[in-house]
């Protein structure tokens, strides 16, 4: 079945920075690729996704990037503020999975004023 | 406010007691999951059903039970409480049942079994 791995688990910039978080697949029939970004206590909320048709795709300071060569697809977000912070997972799911999302394990992400 | 809303949202209970969560969403979603979120933070799918048919079911002990009365409700019994069901549980709901269909978490249920 699909395994995806997240890097790195804890990620801590300096506000203005800009955060990179990687997620490498498995399964080569994976298309949707989710990003959720989690604060402490709340629920786990959608901030970007990406179908395996698209290369890259923005929305305002954050950006997600797929390899579909390589099975991986990145989050950046640039401009970090300290609202940024919180844990982020990424998912993958293929087409018939009937929407088994499976997910990293999380980054936590600091962003220290 | 439409969103997907659970109750209840803490639930502490004694070892080998049964107890339900419920779930509700008025977004006209016709698929809803449960997740189960550990210690560790890791999210993992339990169950999904798509107008209030099982589509999907993990590797969950039989002492799960989902039951969805229509589609906007799913709820989840867990019978015989052990230690290791202390987790917080999302439910979840999305339009279609396709793998590119947003998924929309509720607030999530924190279950402590003492």
């Known amino acids: 079945g699909e395994n995806v791995e997240q890097h790195p688990s804890t990620l801590s910039v300096q506000e203005g920075d800009s955060a990179v978080i990687k997620c490498t697949y498995s399964?080569?029939?994976?298309?949707?690729f989710p990003w959720y970004k989690q604060e402490l206590g709340k629920r786990p909320q959608l901030i970007i996704d990406i179908r395996s048709n698209v290369g890259e795709k923005k929305d305002q300071r954050i950006a997600v990037t797929l390899n579909k060569t390589a099975k991986h697809f990145s989050l950046h977000i640039t401009e970090t503020q300290p609202e940024d912070s919180a844990v982020y997972f990424c998912a993958a799911s293929k087409r018939g999975s009937q929407g088994n999302l499976i997910f990293g394990k999380g980054t936590k992400l600091s962003v220290k004023p | 406010d439409t969103a997907v809303s659970q109750t209840p949202k803490y639930l502490v209970t004694q070892m080998g007691n049964d107890k339900s969560i419920k779930c509700e969403q008025n977004?006209?979603?016709?698929?809803m999951y449960w997740y189960k979120q550990d210690s560790k933070k890791f999210l993992k799918i339990m169950f999904s059903?798509?107008?209030?048919?099982?589509?999907i079911n993990e590797t969950v002990p039989n002492r799960f039970s989902p039951k969805s009365p229509d589609k906007a409700h799913l709820n989840l019994h867990i019978n015989s409480l052990e230690l290791g069901d202390s987790a917080v549980y999302f439910c979840?709901?999305?339009?279609?049942?396709?793998?590119?269909?947003?998924?929309?978490f509720g607030p999530g249920t924190r279950l402590t079994v003492l």
């Open positions: 059903y798509n107008n209030k048919e099982l589509i």
């Open positions: 979840a709901s999305s339009y279609g049942q396709g793998a590119t269909d947003t998924q929309y």
């Open positions: 399964d080569s029939a994976s298309n949707y």
């Open positions: 977004l006209g979603h016709d698929t």
